[in-house]
Structures are given as structure tokens and as C-alpha cells.
């Protein structure tokens, strides 16, 4: 909204400014935490005073768990708000490639949400029927990978580009929006299942989320495709303005939800963050980069299909318990030793995501 002010500029003040994405970024990130900080407290005032038990606990978890009973939940909705806020502040409105984003992320949001909402109102697990969840999920999801072929370039439409390999396109033809919804829905899902411990899922995350924006940034410029010798997509970089008010208002919420957490996420957050992860991934054309730098959300989500396929298959666990996390809780691994081991694995995964950006 704020790019308008440059119809204001002669070209050399201070108004010229709000023409740079990198400027605006930077008001989108500040904006974003402002609003955490402002609205944080006073959000988890209202949530756990109308939640009153809070999210429930489950009772096959680990025993350490019970302790947080009564944490209130749907802290995500600190965080939609902040990236939201910040958004449609600072982000170019004419530009497809954000409205696409977020477009899944606040439909993702409404999901978690109603599945938060009917977890505290029935204090069960259960919550909204998982097939009702998915279906919802890949009709968000088809329309958003149809969405953005329509605005990829024509060389690139349909495509599958590898990293590293510019060369190198696979032409999915008709499979391009079911592969779409593969990579939201299940992003959307991998971070759902990460969001098991305090701050465990919210810096990974920012953190790839931020790589993501990096990406944007770089393919929606000609010059910096060219040096980097990746697909050039026109308009992405307005991308990383959403990214920096999700790195801001996930820094507001992890102000909150650092051990012990005063809030948890819940689904409101967790699918609203992963569906945005694999947006991103599908509008800048770097699905394969995102399995990298979301490398984490993989294992987490990789862990629960084996450890259920297993079972089934022999009456025998592979794992103590799944998602990974709760495994290493039960080898009696203190909670913030995973929680800051998983985010080292995270920094150490997107730097080798960013390093996808060969230099020629």
C-alpha cells in the first residue's frame, strides 16, 4: 500500500525510497514485530481467558507435558496478523505473486483455526476430521498452483526446475497442480507435525522462510538470474516483503512462546506458516530447494509415515515415539536441548539451500 507514496517522488527524496523492495522489507520486518509486541500480551490475555483448560494434552505423550496443561492455543493468530498486517502495508497490491501466498496462508489459517477452536471447545486431540482437513487443503492448494502458472513465464509454465542445474526442466504438463498441492499441502502438514515443543517450530520456520525470501528476491531480479545462473520469475521479489513480516512477527511470537511458552501456535499458526513455506516454493519455481531448506519439517513428517507404516506392518515401533522430537524426549533429552539442536540442523540446511545459488 505504501508503494503508492512514490507517485508522490520526483525521483530524488524521501519518497523514492518506498520504490526499493529492500526498503520496504525492512518496514514490513519492523512492522511485523511491532505488532507482536503490542498485541501479544493482550491476545494471550483474551485467549486463555475465553479457552479457560487450553489446548488439550495428550495423554500418550510424554510425561513432561502435563505440566503445560492449561497453556492457552491459537497463538498463530499473532503471528497471521503481524505478516498480514505488515503484508498489506508495505508489499506492491497489484502483484499476483503475493496475493497468491496469501491467499494460502490466511485459507490455511481458517483451517487451524477451526480445528483449534473445536480441540479446546470438546478439550479432546480429535478436533476437525483429518479427511475434511485435507480435502480443504488440496482444493486451497490446486487453485494456488494453478494461480501461479498462469503468472510464470512461458518457458518456465508447468515446469519442474532442479537446483543447481538451470538447464535442466522436467515438463509436467497437466501433473504441475497436483504436484502444487503435493508440495503445499504437504509443507503445510510437515510443519503441523514439527509444532510439538515450545519454540521448536516457529524459528525453523523463520528460518527458511527467510532463505525462501532471499530466493524470491533473487530470481524476480534479470540481473541477479543472470549472475546467479537461476530462472528468472518476474515479480517475486515483492515475495520477500511477506517473508520479512513473517520473520518479524514470528520474533514477536517466540518472544511468547519461548520455554515455557505462554501460548502455543496450535494450527492456526503451524498450517498457515507451512502452506505459506510451500507456496513460496511453488511461485519462485525452487519445490526441490524448499525439501532442503525445509529439510527439518521433512524428517519430522517422514518420521510419523514410518513409524505408522511400520507398525502396522509388524506391531513394532521404529522410533520411541513419533514425531521425531517426542523420541528424543523419551531418550531423555531435555526439551530446549532439541528445541536448539533442531534449529542449528535448520540454520545448517538453509545455508546449503541458499548455496543452490551457484555462483557462474
Sequence with gaps: MLFWLTALSDGGDFFNLFRYITFRAGGAFLTALIFGFLFGKPLINVLRKRQGKGQPIRTDGPEGHFSKAGTPTMGGLLIVGALLTSTLLWARLDNPFVWMVLFVTMSFALIGFADDYAKVKKQNTAGVSGKVRLLLGFLIAAIAGYWAAQYHPEELTNQLAFPVFKDTLLNLGYLFVPFAVIVIVGAANAVNLTDGLDGLAIMPVMIAAGTLGVIAYAVGRVDFTEYLDVHYVPGTGEILIFTAGLFGGGLGFLWYNAPPAAVFMGDTGSLA????????????????????????????????????????????????????????????????????????????????????????
Design 273 to 360: 506458516l507451512g502452506g505459506a513455506l510451500g507456496a513460496i516454493a511453488v511461485a519462485t519455481k525452487h519445490e526441490i530447494v524448499l525439501a532442503i531448506v525445509g529439510g527439518l519439517f521433512v524428517v519430522e513428517a517422514l518420521s510419523v509415515i514410518i513409524q505408522v507404516l511400520y507398525f502396522k506392518r509388524t506391531g513394532k515401533r521404529v522410533f520411541l515415539m513419533a514425531p521425531i522430537h517426542h523420541h528424543y524426549e523419551k531418550k531423555g533429552w531435555a526439551e530446549p536441548q532439541i528445541v536448539i539442536r533442531f534449529w542449528i540442523i535448520s540454520l545448517i540446511l538453509a545455508l546449503i539451500g541458499l548455496a543452490t545459488l551457484k555462483v557462474r
